[in-house]
């Protein structure tokens, strides 16, 4: 099956300093390594989820691969189409396409806006023409289950899950192929982040869609996601079936993230692993194995070698020196 997106080895950096300052204190790198070298696919009507921490670069990402920042290296493949190098005027006849949802279901609407115009804005934009801007509208808020009389409220009005519902509805307006959600979920109660995900995977079955979700929410990932990647410091460290991840992790890392997780199974008991020290800085990556520093496995080959990927018969795969040891 052809992949509808392939990213291959995406590199983003950011400047760290301003080109005055970097010439005063003559350092020629003057940069942090946002996003090192990522690869991932999605394929049509698949979910593919992104973890990690706060920091770790998965929004990032997930903006290179919208177009909304720069990728400087690699490739971001949409339908054997190249992203990476487009002008704005280039990639906006794809943002039909490529619709995301941005993490705050309120402060990304316009507090000026109504409802109706809130979700019949991407028409305008790409100038679509619709008949009955009034009825499309009504149309929208019925796919994400709001009533026909939520189009004249604003954006103040509704609550947190009426808010992503309407930003769901916005993302849907041009029947994309494919939604980039950014933690979907954020700052809802969990009866009503359970109901954004039904939402999701209802509309996916109907509509055929992929779903790349970046969140740090493993409740979520398991709920709706067929494949996950778990990021650490702009790197992939472990990639496989979201099943495979949770009943077989690999990587200390993964192992941490779940063990944190809570487990609905009241007969389940896991030691819960503890990480030590902080995430270190982008701009004083560690040598060897950048997890390292926080492992409660490390040996001296990880301080010194980076790891390759391994994988499996299954197609999982995970960066560690020490897999067949933990």
Request: contains cysteine; charged residues 25%; aromatic residues 6%.
């Amino acid at each position: 099956m052809l992949n509808l997106l392939e990213a291959r080895d995406v590199k983003v950096r950011f400047r760290s300093k301003s080109i005055i300052k970097s010439l005063i204190e003559r350092d020629d790198d003057p940069f942090l390594d946002a996003v090192c070298g990522v690869s991932l696919n999605v394929k049509p009507g698949e979910t593919f989820a992104i973890v990690g921490e706060s920091g770790s670069g998965k929004t990032t990402l997930a903006r290179a691969i919208t177009g909304l920042v720069k990728a400087q290296e690699g490739s971001i493949r949409y339908l054997d189409k190249e992203l990476i190098g487009l002008s704005s005027s280039q990639f906006r006849p794809l943002r039909r396409d490529i619709a995301m949802m941005f993490q705050d279901p309120i402060g990304s609407l316009s507090p000026r806006l109504t409802v109706e115009s809130l979700i019949t804005e991407p028409f305008k934009i790409h100038g679509v023409k619709v008949d009955d801007y009034a009825e499309e509208a009504r149309r929208l808020l019925s796919m994400v289950g709001l009533p026909a009389h939520f189009a004249s409220r604003y954006p103040f009005q509704l609550s947190g899950g009426q808010a992503r519902r309407v930003g769901v509805a916005r993302a849907l307006a041009l029947s994309p192929k494919l939604i980039v959600a950014d933690e979907p979920t954020a700052g809802l109660d969990v009866s009503v982040q359970g109901e954004i995900l039904n939402l999701l995977a209802k509309l996916q079955s109907e509509l055929g869609l992929s779903l790349l979700i970046i969140t740090h929410n493993l409740s979520v990932v398991r709920h709706i996601s067929d494949r996950m990647g778990i990021m650490y410091l702009g790197r992939f460290i472990e990639q496989g079936n979201t099943d495979d991840i949770f009943e077989q992790a690999k990587h200390p890392y993964t192992q941490a993230l779940l063990s944190a997780n809570h487990d609905p199974d009241p007969d389940a008991h896991s030691e819960r692993i503890e990480l030590q020290g902080e995430v270190p800085s982008l701009l004083q990556r560690p040598m060897g194995c950048e997890f390292h520093t926080r492992c409660p496995h490390a040996k001296d080959i990880c301080r010194t070698q980076v790891p390759e990927m391994r994988y499996s018969t299954s197609g999982h795969q995970a960066q560690c020196h020490l897999i067949d040891a933990i």
